[in-house]
């Protein structure tokens, strides 16, 4: 009986050991699967999260870029270094107006820091002023495409938009850093 009965345990014991292996097995890749799929998920997330903030930062700069770009060439004409030029001097403005809506968006909460940026903390504490000044640039240089007709007018007109540049690049605590250092890293 006694016999018998460790017979059957070891029986017993054999089974539910081959059958734990089985399940363990399963259950193993089961939490293999878990693992990768929360691998990959942590990844993938990481990834989206990394990619919209260099992004962001990547196309604003890129954008100032253009912007800074457009305002050099007008810059020189004001200051005589070059030419008048009326068509240069309206594709300019032409670029402003297209290139500094698109600011607005590119200034999401996951883009403060990272990808070299010089964007103020402000930006994101005064949002509605930070909004207001691209508003009032983009009317600048509208007012100023339907004013500037000539030499004479572009030289009169044309210090209020190097001016509007300054609502943000300011000396200390603008939006964005003085103008100077900003084209320093232009030229980089
Ligand atoms: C509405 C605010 C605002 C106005 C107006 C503005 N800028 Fe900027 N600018 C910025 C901010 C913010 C940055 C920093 C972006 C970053 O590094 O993320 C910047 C960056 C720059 C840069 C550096 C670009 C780079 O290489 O990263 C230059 C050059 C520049 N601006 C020139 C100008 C000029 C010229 C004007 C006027 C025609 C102007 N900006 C008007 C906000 C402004």
């Known amino acids: 009986m006694e016999e018998y009965s ?24 089961e939490i293999m699967r878990l693992i990768l799929a929360s691998l990959v998920g942590i990844s993938v997330g990481a990834t989206v999260v990394l990619a919209q903030n260099l992004d962001a930062i990547k196309q604003r700069r890129d954008t100032m870029k253009t912007i800074a770009k457009a305002s050099g060439v007008n810059f020189k004409m004001m200051k005589g270094e070059t030419p008048f030029d009326l068509a240069k001097v309206k594709s300019g403005l032409q670029t402003f107006q297209e290139q500094f809506p698109k600011l607005k968006a590119l200034f999401p909460e996951d883009s403060k820091t990272g990808g070299d940026t010089d964007a103020s903390p402000k930006i994101w504490q005064q949002r509605a002023e930070f909004e207001a000044v691209i508003d009032k640039f983009i009317a600048d240089a509208k007012a100023a495409a339907g004013t500037i007709k000539d030499e004479a007018s572009f030289k009169a007109e044309y210090p209020k938009i190097v001016n509007s540049c300054g609502n943000c690049h300011k000396e200390k605590d603008g939006f964005a850093p003085r103008l100077a250092d900003s084209f320093k890293k232009l030229n980089q």
Do not use: S
């Open 6 to 29: 460790r017979e059957k345990a070891r029986h017993f014991c054999c089974i539910a050991a081959v059958t734990l292996q089985v399940v363990a097995a399963e259950e193993r890749e």
